[in-house]
C-alpha cells in the first residue's frame, strides 16, 4: 500500500511538471524594446524637459531631460503614456510583432486649453442684498475722501517725514566719499575765506534762523 501510494504521489509531480513545461512552451516570450526620443513643442522649435513618460500600472517610467531627450525599456504590447500640466496627454502603442531592439520616437507636444466658467465676486452673498446696502448709504454722513488731504501743511509734513529714496541715499553717500578723500588728500577749505559762505550766514541772520534755534 505504501509503494502505491508512494508512486501515485511520483506520477501526479510529473505530471505537473509536465504540464508547467508545456504552458511555458507555449507562452511566446515578451520582447524587449529600448524606447528612445525627444519631445519637442507644437512648433518643433523647444525642446520640452521634465515630461512624465511610463508604462500604465508597470511601475516603469523616467523623465526627459533638459534636452527633451528620453530612453527607457519597454515590452513589445505596451502602451506608453506622455504627460505634462499644461500639454495634452498623448499615447504610444508599441507594436506587439515588432523585430527591432530599438525604437526612436520624435514626439511633438500641443498646449492643452481649459476654458473656465465666469465666477462672479460680490461683497455680499446675492445681488438684491448689495443693491439694498448701497442704497441705504447716507453719502452726507460720510466725510469727504480729500477733506484736508491736500493741505500745504499737511503736505510740508508729510515731506519733512518721508525718509529719503535710494538715488538720494546714493548722492549723498558719493558725496561723503568725495568730500573725504578731499579732506584726506587735497587742500583743507577755510570757510572764512569763502564768499558764499558768508552770503548764506548774512542770510541766515536777516532771516532769523540763528535767534529761532536759541
Known sequence: MKNFIAILAIFVVGLL???????????????????????LNADSTTAIPGVNIYVP??????????????????????????????LKRQTLKIPADI???????????VQDEIALQEVQVMPYPTEEEFKNAILAVNVDAEPPLNRGNLSPQL?????????????ENFRQFTNQQTQQTLDRYGPRPLPLLNPFAWAQFIKSIKNGDLRNRD
Open 17 to 39: 511538471g509536465f504540464h508547467r513545461s508545456a504552458s511555458a512552451q507555449d507562452t511566446p516570450e515578451q520582447k524587449v524594446v529600448q524606447l528612445s526620443g525627444v519631445i
Open 57 to 86: 500600472k508597470k511601475g516603469r517610467g523616467t523623465s526627459s531631460n533638459r534636452f527633451g531627450y528620453f530612453s527607457m525599456p519597454v515590452v513589445a504590447g505596451d502602451s506608453v503614456v506622455f504627460s505634462f500640466i499644461g
Open 99 to 109: 523585430t527591432e531592439d530599438k525604437l526612436s520616437y520624435i514626439l511633438t507636444m
Open 155 to 167: 503736505l510740508l509734513k508729510w515731506a519733512e517725514e518721508m525718509p529719503a529714496s535710494g538715488n
